[in-house]
């Protein structure tokens, strides 16, 4: 049970440490071809994910002192709606995105915080 909970077996456990991002162990599989496989998808997400926060930080930066919100991104880039916050959080975390205290109301008249680059 313990290893469920381990963060190396988790999407976050493997997009973490910023500049050393590599596609972490342990891979299931019950063959050493089935972990071969996990272990390619398992890289395959993390450039995927890669090439998200790369467009959503060219985004951001196009819309200057404006600032975006998750939904606006969302729309605007085509990226589904519950991935723009962990691309978002990924450039809050490297310290290239920060949240500029003002808020903007959604399409459901629920306001969205606003993010701009540091």
Not at 14 to 27: E, M, V, Y
Not at 33 to 47: D, M, Y
């Amino acid at each position: 049970m313990a290893l469920l909970n381990d963060s190396r077996t988790t999407y976050r456990g493997l997009l973490s440490h910023r500049g050393n991002r590599q596609a972490a162990l342990p891979f299931s599989g019950r063959s050493s071809h089935s972990r071969f496989a996990s272990h390619q998808a398992a890289v395959s997400a993390l450039e995927q994910a890669k090439t998200w926060e790369a467009r959503l930080y060219v985004y951001i930066a196009a819309s200057g002192a404006r600032g975006v919100t998750d939904w606006e991104a969302h729309v605007a880039l085509g990226l589904a709606r519950h991935l723009v916050p962990a691309r978002r959080a990924a450039l809050v975390e490297a310290e290239l995105v920060v949240s500029c205290g003002v808020r903007r109301d959604g399409p459901s008249q629920r306001p969205h915080a606003v993010w701009r680059l540091k």
